[in-house]
């Protein structure tokens, strides 16, 4: 059978993650296509081609297609998305069959917030991709012939997109993966768009039908896959309501058949999260959003986020940069969203649904007081007993071909680098500890945490989803890549401390001990010197205060003996 290979060098865009743990339907879908043309595709990521180049196989393969491509500034810590450097690196290699690169490099290479991106040119590639790579590669395969900007129509990709889930498994990370699952593409926005967004500017919308979304769970179900995120899509709450009503009009009746629908075709799935929400839609029409939310609430998996593209709330930046919201409506959307999903969340486990708040700096307009605006929304909501998930807070990446380019040459912005460096640092030391007390209390029971690292005696791991939080479990013996559920302890800034939950007195190492408030030295040290204990009652007996039993009761195992003296 011929053969060619996909290297993964990652994606991130405003609707499209694919770093480890996440796989973009970007590759996905091109073993897909290189199926059902008949070739045996080969997949590598861009992380095991760095630790294993195969200059041979590079050169046996028929057809060569990278996927690579930053149109949104993070810090990543499944994985190092491709630079521009590798990516000319790869080009320049013998090779015995066309080399065709697609994803968001297309429109421009950063790797870094705040700068501006170039067009990568010079590349010695037989096709850049300015479409989509899957219809490029078929419209080749058809014809012979490179059309760069080829697209594909929904019809025409589902085959590609239910074959490409045989990729999953050819995945270094698997089975710790999370699907990117495509629901829609380009802004359901009908008044233009955020000056800087390359979503909206470079994509007409059109919209997946509902089977199949959930055919190409069942296949990536049937491969393996139980993480799903709904996150290509720039409005969740909008997907199918963008015929016959406004584009901005929440759609709870398509969203109850979605994920019911996923549910159905992954039946054993752990994992069920999604993304993008426009604050608009919520405030203008808050008894749909309100039901929608309820609806995503009831039916996906605990720590799930609805991420707001606030931006920014200085009135002369969000008019310049044709943003979406007030700083009254962003209140307004976060007390929506908390209202609506409370009554959904599992007792001890993270809340089902809450806001995230995207913070972007470097827009046309802004200034030193552009701050203050998000300051007052922030003290606002920690006032009140409203809670955000997450603050995400970037600096813009420029692009050539759209309006912001053109906008800070007439409109730069003047916020000076070490007031937003003083702003950024109190957000992380005095706003986002408050925040996490609230989402991850003392108790919290967080399931699945995979380990990923040590630093010190601390073990550090991440459950799978959206944004998830960075779990530090002091005194962890267990080796890295293993999973299990966890009890928090105390947080820290976007971070918390957790013990293994059950917890046991007996098994738990003095680290993990002393992590338990009102466990100094002292006590941890007795506590070790009697163990092991029967029961509840001699483990009361050898604590001087009491009243300590109570702080431990939520860590142990309910409903049964949570002592293993062996």
């Known amino acids: 059978m011929t053969t060619a290979l996909i290297v993964d060098g990652y994606v991130d865009e405003p609707a499209c993650f694919g770093v480890p743990p996440y796989v973009s339907p970007y590759v996905r879908y091109l073993y897909g296509v290189l199926s059902v043309h008949g070739f045996e595709p080969l997949y590598r990521t861009c992380d095991s081609w760095r630790e294993q180049p195969d200059p041979v196989l590079w050169n046996q393969v028929e057809l060569i297609a990278v996927i690579a491509g930053i149109a949104v500034p993070g810090r990543y810590r499944g994985g190092s998305p491709l630079t521009l450097a590798e990516l000319e690196?790869?080009?320049?290699?013998?090779?015995?069959?066309?080399?065709v690169v697609g994803g968001a490099i297309s429109r421009g290479y950063t790797l870094q917030g705040g700068s501006t991106a170039r067009k990568v040119q010079a590349l010695d590639v037989d096709c850049f991709c300015t479409g989509d790579p899957e219809a490029v590669v078929d419209h080749f395969l058809k014809t012979g012939a490179w059309v760069p900007g080829k697209r594909r129509t929904?019809?025409?990709?589902q085959p590609w997109a239910t074959e490409g889930a045989r990729l999953i498994p050819h995945h270094p990370g698997f089975p710790w993966l999370t699907m990117e699952m495509e629901l829609s593409r380009g802004c359901t926005r009908n008044d233009g768009h955020c000056s800087f967004c390359t979503e909206g500017w470079f994509m007409p919308v059109e919209e997946r039908d509902v089977s199949m979304v959930t055919e190409e769970v069942a296949a990536l179900a049937e491969q393996g896959a139980d993480a799903f995120r709904l996150g290509r899509c720039s409005d969740i709450l909008t997907y199918g309501g963008n015929?016959?009503?406004?584009?901005?009009?929440p759609s709870p009746g398509v969203l109850e058949k979605l994920y019911k629908g996923v549910r159905c075709a992954a039946p054993s799935l752990a994992v069920l999260h999604t993304d993008n929400c426009n604050p608009r839609g919520v405030v203008r029409y808050p008894g749909a959003a309100a039901e929608a939310i309820g609806v995503i609430a009831s039916q996906n998996t605990a720590g799930d986020i609805l991420s707001f593209g606030i931006e920014s709330l200085d009135p002369e930046v969000l008019r310049r940069n044709n943003l979406k919201v007030s700083a009254e409506e962003a209140f307004t959307a976060v007390e929506v969203v908390n209202t609506a999903a409370a009554g959904y969340s599992a007792r001890r486990m993270l809340p089902s649904l809450l806001p995230g708040l995207n913070l972007l700096f470097g827009l046309a307009g802004e200034r030193n007081d552009s701050l203050d605006w998000v300051t007052a929304l922030l003290e606002r909501l920690l006032a009140s007993a409203l809670t955000v998930r997450r603050i995400?807070?970037?600096?813009?990446?420029v692009f050539p071909e759209l309006p912001l380019h053109s906008l800070l040459e007439e409109h730069p912005?003047?916020?000076k680098h070490a007031r937003y460096r003083r702003w950024k640092r109190w957000v992380r030391e005095e706003v986002d500890p408050v925040f996490l007390r609230r989402v991850a209390p003392f108790g919290t029971i967080i399931k699945g945490v995979r380990l990923e690292g040590f630093q010190g005696n601390t073990a550090f791991g991440r459950p799978r989803g959206s944004y998830p939080l960075l779990v530090g479990l002091p005194g962890c013996r267990e080796e890295i890549g293993s999973v299990r559920d966890v009890a928090v302890v105390g947080q820290g800034g976007r971070s918390v401390t957790a013990v293994p939950y059950p917890f046991n007195p007996n098994h738990a190492s003095p680290e993990m001990l002393r992590s338990i408030p009102g466990f100094g030295n002292a006590r941890v040290k007795r506590l070790v010197a009697h163990r092991p204990f029967q029961d509840t009652t001699a483990l009361a007996a050898a604590l001087d205060d009491p009243g300590l039993l109570s702080t431990l009761r939520p860590l142990l195992a309910e409903n049964e003996d949570p002592f293993d003296a062996q």
Do not use: E, F, H, K
């Open 89 to 99: 690196g790869l080009a320049r290699m013998p090779r015995r069959g066309p080399l």
């Open 154 to 157: 929904y019809q025409l990709l």
């Open 243 to 249: 015929t016959g009503s406004p584009a901005d009009q």
């Open 392 to 397: 995400n807070i970037r600096r813009v990446m």
């Open 413 to 415: 912005s003047r916020l």
